[in-house]
Protein backbone atom coordinates (compact mmCIF):
# COMPACT_ATOMS: atom_id res chain seq x y z
CA UNK A 1 0.00 0.00 0.00
CA UNK A 2 1.55 3.41 -1.27
CA UNK A 3 1.74 6.44 1.41
CA UNK A 4 2.68 10.21 1.84
CA UNK A 5 4.60 10.90 5.02
CA UNK A 6 4.89 14.43 5.81
CA UNK A 7 7.17 15.83 8.00
CA UNK A 8 9.27 19.28 8.44
CA UNK A 9 6.37 21.36 9.88
CA UNK A 10 6.22 23.66 12.78
CA UNK A 11 5.91 27.15 14.88
CA UNK A 12 8.01 29.92 12.93
CA UNK A 13 8.01 33.61 12.81
CA UNK A 14 6.81 35.57 10.38
CA UNK A 15 9.97 35.98 7.51
CA UNK A 16 10.94 33.10 8.49
CA UNK A 17 11.35 29.56 6.07
CA UNK A 18 10.83 26.14 6.97
CA UNK A 19 11.43 22.98 4.65
CA UNK A 20 8.50 20.74 4.68
CA UNK A 21 9.42 16.76 3.29
CA UNK A 22 6.75 13.83 2.08
CA UNK A 23 7.95 10.96 1.69
CA UNK A 24 6.72 8.21 -0.66
CA UNK A 25 6.43 4.36 0.00
CA UNK A 26 6.49 2.04 -3.47
CA UNK A 27 8.48 2.04 -6.31
CA UNK A 28 6.21 3.90 -8.67
CA UNK A 29 6.89 7.74 -7.15
CA UNK A 30 8.59 8.55 -10.64
CA UNK A 31 5.87 8.22 -12.48
CA UNK A 32 3.73 10.54 -10.62
CA UNK A 33 3.41 13.98 -10.90
CA UNK A 34 2.77 15.36 -7.16
CA UNK A 35 1.40 18.42 -5.60
CA UNK A 36 1.06 20.60 -2.36
CA UNK A 37 -1.97 22.00 -0.76
CA UNK A 38 -3.49 23.50 2.63
CA UNK A 39 -6.29 23.75 5.10
CA UNK A 40 -6.55 26.43 7.25
CA UNK A 41 -9.21 26.42 10.22
CA UNK A 42 -12.64 27.40 8.44
CA UNK A 43 -11.69 27.00 4.96
CA UNK A 44 -11.51 24.91 2.23
CA UNK A 45 -8.19 23.15 0.97
CA UNK A 46 -6.73 25.22 -1.28
CA UNK A 47 -3.83 24.80 -4.05
CA UNK A 48 -0.59 25.43 -3.13
CA UNK A 49 2.03 23.50 -5.73
CA UNK A 50 2.87 20.98 -8.21
CA UNK A 51 5.72 19.32 -9.81
CA UNK A 52 5.88 17.77 -13.02
CA UNK A 53 7.05 13.68 -13.04
CA UNK A 54 10.32 14.40 -14.20
CA UNK A 55 10.43 17.64 -11.92
CA UNK A 56 11.12 19.78 -14.89
CA UNK A 57 7.53 21.65 -14.93
CA UNK A 58 6.36 23.26 -11.50
CA UNK A 59 3.25 25.37 -10.73
CA UNK A 60 2.41 27.60 -8.03
CA UNK A 61 -0.84 29.38 -6.56
CA UNK A 62 -0.15 33.19 -6.99
CA UNK A 63 -0.57 33.45 -3.39
CA UNK A 64 3.07 31.48 -2.55
CA UNK A 65 4.65 32.33 -5.69
CA UNK A 66 8.30 34.15 -5.57
CA UNK A 67 8.06 32.42 -2.33
CA UNK A 68 7.83 28.82 -2.18
CA UNK A 69 9.78 26.39 -4.44
CA UNK A 70 8.76 22.76 -4.87
CA UNK A 71 11.14 19.96 -5.85
CA UNK A 72 11.49 16.38 -5.18
CA UNK A 73 14.23 14.19 -5.64
CA UNK A 74 12.72 10.39 -7.45
CA UNK A 75 15.80 8.61 -6.28
CA UNK A 76 14.37 9.29 -2.64
CA UNK A 77 10.78 9.18 -3.43
CA UNK A 78 10.41 12.26 -1.61
CA UNK A 79 8.66 15.63 -2.85
CA UNK A 80 9.76 18.72 -1.00
CA UNK A 81 8.22 22.32 -0.48
CA UNK A 82 10.44 25.13 0.49
CA UNK A 83 8.85 28.30 1.98
CA UNK A 84 10.37 31.98 2.64
CA UNK A 85 9.07 34.91 3.77
CA UNK A 86 6.66 33.22 5.75
CA UNK A 87 3.16 34.74 6.41
CA UNK A 88 0.75 34.50 9.32
CA UNK A 89 -1.94 33.48 6.30
CA UNK A 90 0.77 30.71 5.41
CA UNK A 91 -0.83 29.02 8.50
CA UNK A 92 -2.66 26.08 7.66
CA UNK A 93 -1.97 22.29 7.78
CA UNK A 94 -0.11 21.58 4.45
CA UNK A 95 -0.70 18.13 2.59
CA UNK A 96 1.04 16.31 0.11
CA UNK A 97 -0.61 14.71 -2.79
CA UNK A 98 -0.51 12.35 -5.81
CA UNK A 99 -1.63 13.32 -9.02
CA UNK A 100 -4.61 11.00 -10.18
CA UNK A 101 -2.76 8.60 -13.79
CA UNK A 102 -3.73 9.75 -16.71
CA UNK A 103 -4.78 13.55 -15.60
CA UNK A 104 -2.20 16.85 -16.41
CA UNK A 105 0.58 16.86 -14.27
CA UNK A 106 -0.13 20.24 -13.37
CA UNK A 107 -3.15 19.85 -11.83
CA UNK A 108 -4.84 22.35 -9.21
CA UNK A 109 -8.01 20.65 -8.04
CA UNK A 110 -8.48 17.84 -4.91
CA UNK A 111 -10.13 15.87 -7.44
CA UNK A 112 -7.14 15.38 -9.54
CA UNK A 113 -5.28 13.50 -6.91
CA UNK A 114 -5.83 10.27 -5.66
CA UNK A 115 -3.34 9.94 -2.78
CA UNK A 116 -2.76 12.26 0.49
CA UNK A 117 -0.59 12.57 3.26
CA UNK A 118 -1.53 13.34 6.75
CA UNK A 119 -0.68 16.66 6.97
CA UNK A 120 1.62 18.77 8.56
CA UNK A 121 0.83 21.69 10.99
CA UNK A 122 2.74 24.96 9.59
CA UNK A 123 2.21 27.94 11.87
CA UNK A 124 3.21 31.17 11.36
CA UNK A 125 3.35 33.74 14.17
CA UNK A 126 2.93 37.86 13.49
Known amino acids: QVQLVESGGGLVQAGGSLRLSCAAS????????MGWFRQAPGKEREFVATISRGGTSTYFADSVKGRFTISRDNAKNTVYLEMNSLKPEDTAVYYC???????????????????WGQGTQVTVSS
Open 97 to 115: ARVRAGAWDMAMTPTEYDL
Open 26 to 33: GRTFSTYA
